[in-house]
């Protein structure tokens, strides 16, 4: 008889839709998946990934950002306190469009994820695809990275790559990364539960892993 898979209690953050939240918790429906998705927090109650996680049975909790304003500090401690009431080990930021301050950061330093539309340090910020079609870079794609006060900078867990065509537009570029973001993100995040992740310096090591297993290339698309 075999032991059951020990799994790490997982928080997703949202603002919108939820579509990394969706193949996180597709993906930790797995038995044999390290980790269990726990909890799901929107900065906003009309956050249409909310409806998509009841839908899937995860426990939703809603922390309105309007009221605290500028005040992260004041949503940031009562985001600490779900978190904590729900035993919550790992986060991942599944487009939560708010930022956090440097001390909740270093708190969650090497246990939180997020993931960006760009191959960091490439393109950080807003409009990642906008600004790869307007450097003209012949590859684009996804990057997991641990969350740091810096924006986007954080040490790079894993990286998916997609080929940029002459008439790809940002949507039509977006549109194929966010396939690759489906498939890495729930990757990273066995790897991070797995503890098979540390951090030396500001660089990820992966145990026992080849490059192929940390970079992920998409077909071209003809």
Not at 30 to 59: H, K, Y
Not at 138 to 147: C, E, I, Q
Not at 192 to 219: H, Q
Request: proline share 5%; hydrophobic share 45%.
């Amino acid at each position: 008889m075999t032991g059951a898979v020990m799994k790490r209690r997982v928080a997703i953050l949202i603002s919108g839709r939820g579509s990394n939240m969706a193949a996180l918790i597709k993906a930790a429906s797995a038995p044999d998946f390290p980790a269990e998705i726990s909890l799901v927090i929107s900065n906003r109650a009309d956050a249409l990934g909310l409806e998509r996680a009841r839908a899937s049975g995860v426990t939703t909790e809603v922390i309105e950002s309007k009221p605290f304003g500028k005040d992260r500090a004041g949503f940031e401690k009562v985001l600490q306190a779900i978190l904590d009431r729900h035993g919550i080990e790992l986060i991942c930021l599944g487009g939560f469009m708010r930022l956090f301050t440097a001390e909740f950061t270093k708190a969650w330093y090497g246990r939180m994820l997020n993931i960006h539309p760009s191959l960091l340090p490439s393109f950080p910020g807003l409009d990642p695809h906008g600004q790869a079609l307007r450097a003209g870079v012949k590859l684009s794609g996804a990057t997991v990275h641990f969350v740091i006060p810096e924006t986007d900078a954080g040490p790079i867990v894993m990286q998916g790559a997609v080929p940029v065509g002459d008439h790809d537009t940002a949507d039509t570029l977006s549109e194929r990364i966010l396939e690759v973001e489906h498939r890495i993100y729930p990757e990273a995040l066995r790897l991070l539960a797995m503890g098979k992740v540390r951090i030396e310096g500001d660089v990820c090591r992966t145990a026992g892993s080849s490059a192929s297993e940390n970079f992920l290339v998409a077909p071209v698309v003809s």
